[in-house]
Every structure is written in C-alpha cells, then in structure tokens.
C-alpha cells in the first residue's frame, strides 16, 4: 500500500482544512487507516483513527470535536477534516495504514504516507 497524503497549508487560527489520503492497491479497505502529527522537537503523536470498514472512529482529546476521519473504500482515500484549528495544531501530518494492533500505536501501522505540513498562525 502506498500513502499520498494532501491538503496541508496556512491557516489562520479558527479556520478549517481537509486533509486527504490516497491509497493504492486493492487491499485497502482491509485496512484501519490513522492520522499521525509531529511537531518539531516532538514526538509523533496520534490523532485519529478509522476501521476497515468506517463504522469505528478514535480521536486524541485535543483533537475531539473538531477533527472528523472519514473514509471512502470506492476511491481508496481517507480525509480528515478539521475545524476550529488552533496554533497547536501545527505540525506534519501523516497518513497511515494498520492492518492489526493498537490504532493508538504508531509501531503498530504497516505503511506511511511522506507527510503534509500544517500551520496554523494566531
């Protein structure tokens, strides 16, 4: 599986941006698919979660209620839309694909996407 990932750029805070991710290959919906961020300095941290099939989703705390994960197995991507972006946010964001394991675990994830950066000015 190979990761694209798009949609990064600056922003003010308080406004939005949409992430997206594209798959290739034919197994991709027998993957969970997960966002990761790292900020420099930092390590890399999780931030949302989806299952195969879509019907579970996970997000870290700062991110609950603002970030939304979606995923369309008919076109291979998953998006991640985010709303009310703060300073915080800023980071590289990375797509990632888990076949088994912990979606809160970045050990656990099988392929990564190269990375797409998010700024977030106040």
């Known amino acids: 599986v190979q990761l694209v990932e798009s949609g990064g750029g600056l922003v003010q805070a308080g406004e939005s941006l949409r992430l997206s991710c594209a798959a290739s290959?034919?197994?991709?919906?027998?993957?969970?698919m997960g966002w990761f961020r790292q900020a420099p300095g930092k390590e890399r941290e999780f931030v949302a979660a989806?299952?195969?099939?879509?019907?579970?989703?996970y997000y870290a705390d700062s991110v609950k209620g603002r970030f939304t994960i979606s995923r369309h197995n008919s076109e291979n991507t998953v998006t991640l839309q985010m709303n009310s972006l703060k300073p915080e946010d800023t980071a590289v964001y990375y797509c990632?694909?888990?076949?088994?394991?912990?979606?809160?675990?970045?050990?656990?994830?099988?392929?990564w996407g190269q990375g797409t950066q998010v700024t977030v000015s106040s």
């Open positions: 989806i299952s195969w099939s879509g019907g579970s989703k």
């Open positions: 290959g034919r197994t991709f919906s027998t993957y969970g």
């Open positions: 990632a694909a888990v076949l088994r394991g912990s979606y809160y675990a970045p050990d656990s994830y099988n392929y």
